[in-house]
């Protein structure tokens, strides 16, 4: 979507709604947002209200381009500034120091700050729109705590239909990347060096390309993080990934004991319910991955069968949301398989 395509009266309503203290949909590049104003401790725990979300989980501040870092972190090291120049806007986030006049209602009472600046145009116009671009709009995922996250509008419409207290849904089209945004933590770099929270589009390779650090895997005493759940992401129907090589037999004998599988693949196969077949690189899996699961999980299948896509690190953003859609699901295929 260019700036032409951009509805500017809906931009203005959805900025005055969050000046207001109401809570907005936003289409950002990764995910759709549920938005509020950040600086608002009431707005915020309207958040936590309508997606049903537990108080102490911290909320991502997205800024305008212009937004300052300084008014939302202290501390903040050059690490986050070569960052910030280098994906900015752009799906990553950081986690900083949070400044001290910050309310702790967006960091789940942490003494950190997750800050994002998003490239989806809407999302940007937003952001300038909303108290003259100085503010910052927290926005977790527009959906149901635990659940799949949205990237279409009317996504997050199935998701609140009938809740008030959702004021507005902007509508940006499909989210470009599809799956949520990179979470580097960078509030402990002097003890711990960077860590890498939640893999996503921005891969640790281009992290390292520019603070010459490869990010680690989370440590026990790394900021908590809900999108870093065990069980997230995830559909009502239960989800099992299958390597390609056990496909066939697997639904061969689903379907001799009378189930119904939802299959998404990317390989070339067939005989299931339905099913929904993704590309087979990594960028077009992510974009289409979460309606993939939504539609798959509405035609009254007993299971959705993934196939497992390979395990190289341009798969990590994939692999990781698959697996925790995945986890609550152990013994399905077997308890499915045994005759009634
Ligand atoms: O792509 C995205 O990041 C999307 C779009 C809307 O920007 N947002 C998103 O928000 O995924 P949410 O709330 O669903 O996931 C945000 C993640 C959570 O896992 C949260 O715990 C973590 O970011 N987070 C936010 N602030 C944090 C902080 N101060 N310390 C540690 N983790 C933080
Ligand atoms: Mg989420």
Redesign the pocket.
Known sequence: MNGQGIDQGAVQDAARLLEQGRLVALP?E????LGADAENPAAVASIYAAKGRPQD????V?LAPEGKLEHWACDIPDEARALARAFWPG?L?M?LK?APGIPDA???G?D???L?C?SHPVAVALLRAFKGGQGGVA????NKFGHV?PTLAQHVRDEFAGDASVALVLDGGASQVGI??T?V?L?RLATHGPVL??P?HVGADAIERVIGQRPAAPDAAA??????LESHYAPSTPVVLQERAALPDVLARLAAAGRKAALIHFSDLSAAHAAVRLPANPQGYAHDLYAALRAMDGVGADLILVEAPPRDDAWLGVNDRLRRAAHGSAGTLQALLEKP
Request: aromatic content about 2%.
């Open positions: 950002t990764t995910v759709y947002g989980h911290p909320v991502i997205h799906p986030t986690i949070r967006v960091s789940g942490q950190t700050i997750g994002r998003p926005a977790p995922s527009a996250s949520e945004s979470i933590d509030s929270l939640r996503g900021p908590r993080a809900s999108g870093t």
